[in-house]
């Protein structure tokens, strides 16, 4: 952290990178390596990052308004912050400092219908686009409140870890779908996780995140695939898996007409954040994960 200091104003970094997590803005530097500018301020000769192209906020497309507060970071310098735990104490006091003294909820829903009323006389000639506008303000608006409300809420247990039974195992839930590439579809059908291709290449997921501290751990759960074809077309890796975020070398399954337990080990440095991956990757076919043998176990 000293060595970063020297080159990166970290004080401010901590600010825009809370910011960026409270305002859901997926599409950033820290979840999306996406949407941000850096400057030397010649006054400090220190590196700062600026916000840009914030247009999918609150909790919309790939986030939602009680999405976790401390998710897998993509961009370099957040995933570096968050890996040491003068890092991420400093992420999280900056978090509780904003939402206190600085996220003023009725203010932001106020401007909120400002900025709505001056959209809405331009729209007055056509009634779907300004019942559109309205509802899109409404939601925009539901979406602020909630984001905050969650973000305090989820403030109060940052630090603790995941607690695991007597047996030292945790069963996996929470899961929300991700359509990483393609037109993947998916359903819940009782205890199962659905995930299809239906000729074209498709990439999906189920996800859901953990906490862990630092430790030997493993992923086990089961899986099996119908109408699967490989194809030589498709050469990403097709099959079904169970892996951490991040991580590439799980073994995919090809052939697993009938439930396959899989596993996979993984080792954590120190309290940690981490997205579990249920994946999907083919041309034809369906993979089906059983949702209550989907668990973490703590080996050391």
């Given amino acids: 952290?000293?060595?970063?200091?020297?080159?990166?104003?970290?004080?401010?970094?901590?600010?825009?990178?809370?910011m960026e997590i409270i305002c859901a803005h997926w599409d950033g530097y820290s979840l999306n390596k996406n949407n941000f500018r850096v400057y030397e301020d010649p006054e400090i000769s220190k590196l700062v990052f600026l916000p840009h192209g914030m247009d999918q906020m609150f909790g919309v497309w790939r986030m939602?308004?009680?999405?976790?507060?401390?998710?897998?970071?993509?961009?370099?310098?957040?995933?570096?912050v968050m890996q040491t735990s003068e890092g991420r104490r400093l992420y999280l006091d900056r978090?509780?400092?904003?939402?206190?003294?600085?996220?003023?909820?009725?203010?932001?829903c106020s401007e909120v219908d400002e900025l709505s009323a001056k959209i809405r006389p331009a729209l007055a000639g056509d009634a779907?686009?300004?019942?559109?506008?309205?509802?899109?303000?409404?939601?925009l608006r539901n979406r602020i409140v909630e984001r905050i409300e969650s973000v305090r809420e989820q403030l109060a247990t940052a630090n603790e870890p995941m607690k695991f039974d007597g047996n030292g195992s945790h069963q996996l839930a929470g899961w929300d779908l991700h359509r990483?590439?393609?037109?993947?579809?998916?359903?819940?059908?009782?205890?199962?996780?659905?995930?299809?291709?239906?000729?074209?290449?498709?990439?999906?997921?189920w996800r859901t995140m953990?906490?862990?501290?630092?430790?030997?751990?493993?992923?086990?759960?089961?899986?099996?695939?119908?109408?699967f074809e490989l194809s030589s077309t498709f050469t990403n890796k097709p099959g079904a898996t169970l892996r951490i975020s991040g991580e590439r070398?799980?073994?995919?399954?090809?052939?697993?007409?009938?439930w396959k337990t899989v596993?996979?080990?993984?080792?954590?440095?120190?309290?940690?954040?981490?997205?579990?991956?249920?994946?999907?990757?083919?041309?034809?076919?369906?993979?089906?994960?059983?949702?209550?043998?989907?668990r973490v176990r703590k080996l050391r």
Wanted: proline share 5%.
């Fill in 128 to 139: 779907s686009a300004l019942q559109y506008q309205q509802q899109a303000a409404s939601q």
């Fill in 1 to 18: 952290m000293d060595e970063n200091k020297q080159v990166l104003d970290l004080d401010r970094f901590a600010t825009f990178m809370a």
């Fill in 263 to 294: 596993t996979y080990n993984f080792s954590v440095e120190g309290l940690s954040d981490l997205e579990v991956v249920c994946e999907f990757r083919g041309m034809k076919g369906e993979a089906i994960f059983d949702a209550t043998s989907l």
């Fill in 64 to 80: 939602r308004p009680t999405s976790p507060i401390t998710p897998q970071m993509k961009g370099l310098v957040s995933s570096a």
């Fill in 95 to 108: 978090m509780a400092q904003l939402v206190t003294n600085v996220f003023d909820v009725p203010a932001l």
């Fill in 180 to 205: 990483d590439s393609g037109s993947p579809g998916f359903s819940k059908r009782g205890n199962e996780l659905h995930i299809t291709a239906s000729g074209r290449p498709a990439f999906g997921s």
């Fill in 249 to 258: 070398m799980a073994t995919m399954v090809t052939n697993a007409p009938d």
């Fill in 210 to 227: 953990v906490r862990l501290d630092q430790g030997e751990y493993q992923l086990v759960g089961k899986l099996k695939l119908q109408n």
